[in-house]
């Protein structure tokens, strides 16, 4: 379609004035849609191939084939490797449904304490082998405004890269709580903590502080960017505190805006 999109900036002219500068965007904002609706379109297409893919690869230790022990090496490895595949299809497609969003945020009522219980329990099933002490601390009472699938999706991810980023038997707490009328949501590990030069960059998409670990972790490298944009469209923004070798503190506040008042929630 036709229609025109501009951009407006207002900045200061003079003592008393502003100057009111516009510009057409509509072509930037066009380019960008259509590398949305692709990344999105590839995402979705290439997803019944993998899962069919990876089933078939399940079943091969269980095979004659696994009685030979480079083809059970060979087994281990793709059904890996197409896990992986399968995490990175699944974060793009989330990734591009939250870019291009359109969800209002303000017609849901999101029971927040029940989606930090079923964050709590994916946790606990991922920290079988880890032995992180994990605790959650939730006021049963904060309930927002917002899309719920989006918010689980980003509490989850940073909950998920506590347990992935903390050498085992680590400390990890999660807090919801209000705080000044706003609702805040906070992720803090004892793990390994991030250099301060690359906490700028962690939410660019497929930004890792080391490559090769993170490979080895299995993340998709858009957790932060699938953050990111939630947060975004509820009004909100990430903010990261580490100390290499010591942990770090991910939290976001969601505004007053969002937030239940005390009395409907009771
Ligand atoms: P990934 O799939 O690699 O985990 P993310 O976007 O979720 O991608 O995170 C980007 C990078 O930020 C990670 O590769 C990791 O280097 C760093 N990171 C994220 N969370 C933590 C954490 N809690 N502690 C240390 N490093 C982290």
């Known amino acids: ?50 899962t069919v893919m990876n089933g078939y690869i399940e079943m091969l230790p269980y095979s004659e084939l696994a009685e030979d022990s480079l083809a059970q090496k060979a087994c281990v490895e793709m059904h890996k490797q197409s896990k992986h595949m399968q995490d990175l299809v699944d974060d793009l497609l989330i990734l591009s449904r939250i870019e291009s969003s359109a969800e209002k945020i303000y017609d849901n009522v999101i029971d927040m304490a029940n989606i930090m219980r079923q964050i709590e329990i994916d946790a606990q099933r991922l920290n079988s082998d880890k032995g992180h002490t994990i605790t959650f601390h939730v006021d049963p009472n904060l309930q927002v405004y917002g899309v719920a699938t989006e918010l689980r999706s980003a509490i989850s991810n940073l909950v998920f ?32 903590g991030i250099e301060r030069k690359h906490i700028r960059r962690l939410t660019e998409r497929f930004y890792r502080v080391d490559q090769a670990r993170s490979r080895q972790t299995g993340g998709s490298g858009l957790g ?37 008042p005390f009395s409907k929630t009771k």
């Open 1 to 50: 379609n036709d229609k025109k999109i501009n951009e407006f900036r207002m900045m200061p002219y003079g003592k008393e004035n502003v100057l009111l500068i516009s510009r057409d965007i509509t072509r930037i904002a066009q380019l960008e849609a259509m590398r949305g609706d692709f990344v999105a379109n590839v995402s979705h297409e290439l997803r019944t191939p993998l």
């Open 161 to 192: 890269n506590a347990l992935n980023y903390t050498p085992n038997n680590g400390e990890i707490e999660v807090h919801w709580y209000r705080y000044a009328g706003k609702a805040v949501c906070k992720v803090i590990d004892n793990g390994q």
């Open 224 to 260: 932060l960017s699938i953050v990111k944009h939630v947060l975004n469209h509820h009004n909100s923004s990430l903010n990261v505190k580490s100390r290499l070798g010591h942990g770090s503190e991910f939290s976001f506040s969601l505004p007053h805006q969002l937030v239940i």
